[in-house]
């Protein structure tokens, strides 16, 4: 049952209508029950480790708060070890053995370990990290030990982040889970209104581009460089929408709850340095590793040099890569925007100089400009190795950008050159996918300007009802006419 199906909106109106109808001391009880059935629609079993996880951590916490010295960081490290490891089982088992064996051949060693037929559990990675913020907290002393079983139990498994996050802190979602929440009709239409959004970014948007980036890296030896150019900006798009879409629609339906989760995006596309990108981009996930990883690795002691610091870094930026998949392609990934980031900081002097010297200083906005497009450039990127299927896949790509680039510059004002390539040489036959693409990119940007100073649903009530009413049947009228229907799984799904 993903968001973006008719079952999941059945779904929704029941469990928000028995929501405000019941009494409040049973409604977390209705959303854990509700929890449990939506995570049990992929494969059932599995709810089986999520609860493990969950009594694991529970108990951790209470025992953590109650211990100290060594006893209360063996109840954290055993904690931590159980996550990590129950992950690591399921997600990497494969990817190291591969690995290993590969290496045994190398070396001549006499070594086989058999694959395992798992499927990856859904949303592991995000709950995984869910539950050992709150651990953390509550060994930092930041937080106290939650003593209802449910309530922990709902603050990992509440279906709206429970598959792709955002991942909450125990500060900011357990408090909320006791609240009584009375049925508030602004906040209830607002939260409608932000999932709408995400319905129209998924299926009008992301699903869309979906069509014309599969097409290019299913196969990219057979395209030339605009081509592969084109494919890879449309993916920059894709995974903005289908994953911010994702989140709207989270952040939407818990809303009407009553329940306000943390933002995820901040306008990321309108960054001037891959580390500010970061700060925008996936915040709930950048932000964990900020606190959990990097600052200790690079302020754990006294002494901080600039080299432990670059190491932090790109060990942060490496792990993170690694927790988007088992695989080489997302470890590139994630080594490149670290390295990216240290270069930044190596070589700011250098650039300061350069700026100054062509005297950009004095004309900020060209300035702005060129560091948001570099920027972009850059996420496009790495993000060649986590679209790419394989690492020989994706060098190809890198590799390959360029070819063909001089003759398509040489007739750039020609229409015929630009249909041949927005048709994807031919590959592409659908004129409505191509002009849903272009506008649907339009639209997204533009509701970004539009939030330069305000989110979306500030800027929205403070406009007149007759321009308000117009763009909600626009959004509506545009799912039901142009939206892929059939349920197309998230691109986040599978980490």
């Known amino acids: 049952m993903t968001f973006n199906s008719p079952q999941f909106v059945l779904f929704f109106i029941a469990v928000a209508t028995a929501y405000f109808l019941m009494p409040y001391r049973f409604r977390w009880l209705l959303l854990l029950g509700a929890s449990c059935y939506f995570y049990m629609a992929f494969i059932p079993a599995y709810v089986l480790i999520l609860l493990a996880m969950v009594v694991i951590d529970y108990f951790a916490g209470i025992f953590i708060e109650k211990s100290s010295g060594h006893r209360r960081k063996f109840f954290l490290i055993l904690s931590i070890c ?61 937080h106290k030990a939650e003593r209802h079983f449910g309530i922990y139990a709902l603050y990992v498994m509440f279906f709206p982040q429970l598959v792709a996050g955002p991942i909450e802190r ?20 607002t939260g409608l209104k932000r999932m709408a959004w995400g319905f129209f970014k998924k299926m009008v948007v992301a699903d869309h581009l979906a069509i014309m980036v599969n097409i290019v890296y299913g196969n990219p030896q057979k395209f030339s460089g605009p081509a592969l150019i084109l494919a ?53 996930l950048s932000t964990w590793f900020r606190d959990y990883v990097f600052y200790p690795l690079a302020f754990g002691s006294k002494n901080t040099t600039r080299l432990k610091l670059y190491f932090a ?71 060649i190795f986590f679209r790419a299927v394989n690492l020989t896949d994706a060098w190809y790509i890198l590799f390959h950008l360029g070819s063909g680039l001089g003759s398509f510059l040489d007739r750039f004002y020609s229409y015929y050159v630009w249909k041949n ?17 272009l506008l649907g990119i339009a639209v997204i940007m533009l509701s970004e300007l539009l939030q330069r100073q305000a989110s979306l649903w500030q800027w929205l009530p403070a406009q007149p009802a007759y321009a308000r009413w117009p763009l909600y049947y626009l959004v509506v009228g545009s799912i039901l006419l142009f939206g892929v229907f059939g349920a197309k799984q998230f691109i986040y799904f599978q980490f």
């Open 82 to 142: 159980s996550n990590i490891g129950i992950l690591a089982f399921f997600k990497y088992f494969n990817f190291f053995s591969v690995n290993l064996t590969v290496l045994a051949r190398f070396l001549d060693w006499n070594y086989s370990l058999p694959l395992l037929s798992l499927a990856l559990p859904l949303g592991l990675s995000f709950h995984t990290f869910q539950a050992l913020s709150y651990t953390i907290e509550v060994y930092r002393g930041k």
């Open 232 to 284: 890879t900006v449309f993916f920059a798009f894709q995974l903005y929408s289908d994953f911010s879409a994702y989140t709207d629609i989270a952040l939407g339906s818990a809303q009407v709850l009553g329940i306000k989760l943390v933002e995820n995006f901040e306008r990321p596309f309108f960054s001037k340095s891959i580390a500010e990108f970061w700060r925008r981009w996936h915040i709930s």
């Open 421 to 437: 390539l927005l048709s994807l040489n031919g590959a592409m036959t659908d004129r409505k996918t191509i002009i849903v693409c």
């Open 313 to 383: 870094i790109m060990a942060t930026f490496l792990l993170s890569g690694l927790w988007h998949g088992a695989g080489w392609t997302y470890v590139v990934m994630g080594g490149l925007y670290g390295f990216f980031i240290c270069f930044s900081q190596a070589t700011k002097a250098y650039r300061d100089s350069i700026i100054h010297f062509f005297r950009l200083d004095r004309a900020p906005a060209l300035l702005r400009l060129l560091r948001v497009g570099t920027t972009f450039v850059l996420a496009c990127i790495a993000w």
């Open 170 to 189: 125990p500060q900011h979602l357990l408090p909320q889970l006791h609240q009584n929440h009375d049925f508030d009709y602004e906040r209830v239409t």
